[in-house]
Structure formats: C-alpha cells, structure tokens
C-alpha cells in the first residue's frame, strides 16, 4: 500500500516536472520569436538589394518622389493634392528635394526614390551609367528658360565672336549642350574656347567677378543674373535645342504601379494648368522656399511650360539626337538607345487625363 502511494507520488512529480519544462519551452520559443520578428523588421530593409529595396517599400505602399528646389514637383509637394487622391488607396507620398536632375537620377540608381524630375541631360548620362529607370512624361519646351549671357559692355556680339574666350558651364548638362550648339552655329567647337566647368552658383560667381568672359546656363540661375548683374542675352535655346523637363521612374516602379504613375502624372498636370493661369500665386512659393526675389520668381514661373504630358516621340528622337552628340564628342562613355527607356505601358490604355 505504502508503495503504491509513493509510485503515484513519483508519478505526480514527473508530471508536473514534464508541464513546468513544456511551459519553459513555450516562453523561450515565444521569446525567441518576438525577438526574431523585431530584428527582421529591423534588418530587413538594411539587407536588401536595390531590387528587393524597391520591392520593400512597393509593399508598405510609400511613393518616394524626387523633387527640385522648383519645377512642378514642388508645386505639386505644396498643394498637397497627390496625398488626397491617394489616401483613398492606402498610399503615402515622402518627397526628398534635391539640388538638380543628376542628384535625383542618381537617386534613383541607388534604390533610395521612385519617381522624379529632370532636365534634357541627366537622364542620358544615368542612362549611359546603368541607371535603371524609364521615361514616362514630358513638359513642352520653351526657349526662354536657358541662355547664354555676357557682360552689358562685352564686345562679343555674334556667336562667332566666342573664338578663344572663356566660357562657364557645367559639364555634362544643358547649359553645355546648349553652349556646343551655339558654338556649331558659329562655326567653332569646344576646342576654340576655354572651357570652364563650375556649377551654376559658382559659375554666376566667376560671372561677376569678371573671371569668365561668358555664362551659359538655365534657370532660376539666369534670371538672378539678368535681374540683378548688368548683362546682355547672347542668345536662348530658340534655334538651337528644345530644353524641357521629364518625368522619370524607376522600371520597377513603373512595370508594379501604373496606375499610380497616371495619378501623378494627372495631378501634375493639373497643377501645370494652375501655375500657367496665377503664375504670380506660383511664383509666391518660389518666393518663399528658394528666398528668391518677387520679380525673379516670377520671371523664372513664365520661362517654362508646366503641360505634363505623356512621353512624346519627339521628345525621345531630340534625346537620342543629344545622346549622339555627347557621344562623338567623347563626353558620354557608351553609345545609349533613348527608345530602350522609354516606359512602354504609356497611357494609351486609359484615355485622356480626367
């Protein structure tokens, strides 16, 4: 009998050692899961690739747009239209400004934004450099939105009169293009100047200190000039090349959020059509966020066009023409193909802007 209850003790004890030790391995295996879980959503994101990047944050459903200091993309930013339409959808927009179109293609390359705005030229060098993006949209062209300027009392009067002077611009940009054109139209190339490469604030300062002989640059920079430097207009881009703006995206974006793309591009659109009717309203956000003078911030808002349409072929044809310039001049390592980046799904598929 005593033995009887001293085996069903001993039994007793089992058991509850077995439940005490089930129960440990619960909390450790819970523990242990929560801590795997929290180092995940930590490490996750560090550890990817640019792809996989990209994927990342398609999922979380965050639009990262690229921006510069002015252009359609800020008015858009300030409005704030873009984050109304897409809320609806469970999406959020992160604007990042940067100083200038390579910054943002660069950017791009990188994995770090989606979508952005640029010039005629950033977009062949990120191109020629494996950046893996597409063009989805354009702006009109204008002429007044870049120029070649000289000093009030400058003797050069023709573009054939730029023989042995020096000149600033920056290289592999549009002010550069647009100087080698303007050199061809008066018969010279860049071997017949000195040519000088500074960005566009240093270059305004060279400008004024009477280091160069000549400026050739784009806007907000050749207004600041023309307002307060006394300086003559050698000549704009009328005749020589169609400067304008392109709206660009990673492929991936654009193969994974078409519908997202049209939205942007929509709601752009429709801020363009608001900055050409109260371009002096526009101008007031220049105004404030680049502490630029009234006059200048209006100047600069009526140089460009602001239509956001989408990519045109005659657009791409004047890329590839550009593209082909750089590239006999040796200024562009490879020879690139426009057409291979130009976003294929277009929006023929939805018809017309709504």
Known sequence: MAGSRLRSSFLSVLTKIKQHWKFTFLVLFLLGLCLSLILGSYILPHSLNTSQLQNFHSQTKIIRIGHQPHGTLLYLKTQGTLEKRLAPMGFSVEWTEFSAGKQILEAMGEGKIDLGYAGVIPPIFAQANGVDFVYIANDSSTPESMGILVPKDSPIRTLADLKGKKITATKASAG???LIQALSKGGLTLKDIEFVDLLPPQGQAAFKQGKVDVWAGWNPFLAELQEN???RLLTNTDGLMNDRNFYVA??????DRAEIIK???EEAHKIGIWITNYPEQA????TTSMRMKPATA????????YDAIPIQDRAIEEQQRIAETFFRLGLLKKR????DAVWKQGFSQWGPFQ
């Open 336 to 339: 690139i193909w426009v057409e």
């Open 229 to 231: 430097t006394p300086v």
């Open 176 to 178: 550069q293009y647009l």
């Open 283 to 286: 101008a007031q956000i220049l």
């Open 263 to 265: 939205i942007v591009i």
């Open 250 to 255: 990673t492929r991936s974006f654009g193969n």
């Open 298 to 305: 209006l100047i600069v808002t009526k140089s460009r066009r």
